[in-house]
Nanobody, 127 residues
Framework: QVQLVESGGGLVQAGGSLRLSCAAS????????MGWFRQAPGKERRFVAA????????DYEDSVKGRFTISRDNAKNTLYLQMNSLKPEDTAVYYC????????????????????WGQGTQVTVSS
């Protein structure tokens, strides 16, 4: 059974930092492109960042470029999202997702490209 478990969310003041983690089990982690998405209250789930199978390629939503960094440790089956210079508009539930990929360089930005999802972790940024 595939499980993705996010952690690291919480309440932080604007300008602060958080590091999210996503622990994966039940799948061959290195065969999956990974991504982070977020969903604010009353809004659709939106792409935040993505990383290829072996971490060589990444992509970011424009509003987080230069502030967020996605990374992965395939030896630990763990995905990370380092979030710096947080803003109130970053407040959302953050989800990690895994998408099987035969191609080790592909990054996936559409939620339709992902097979498995975590339960989410709440990030709240106060002004």
């Amino acid at each position: 059974q595939v499980q993705l478990v996010e952690s690291g969310g919480g309440l932080v003041q604007a300008g602060g930092s958080l590091r999210l983690s996503c622990a994966a089990s039940g799948l061959t982690f290195s065969m999956y492109a990974m991504g982070w998405f977020r969903q604010a209250p009353g809004k659709e789930r939106r792409f935040v960042a993505a990383i290829s199978r072996i971490g060589g390629n990444t992509d970011y939503e424009d509003s987080v470029k230069g502030r967020f960094t996605i990374s992965r440790d395939n030896a630990k089956n763990t995905l990370y999202l380092q979030m710096n210079s947080l803003k109130p508009e970053d407040t959302a539930v953050y989800y990690c997702a895994a998408g099987y990929s035969a191609n080790h360089v592909v990054v996936r930005t559409s939620p339709d490209d992902y097979n498995y999802w975590g339960q989410g972790t709440q990030v709240t940024v106060s002004s």
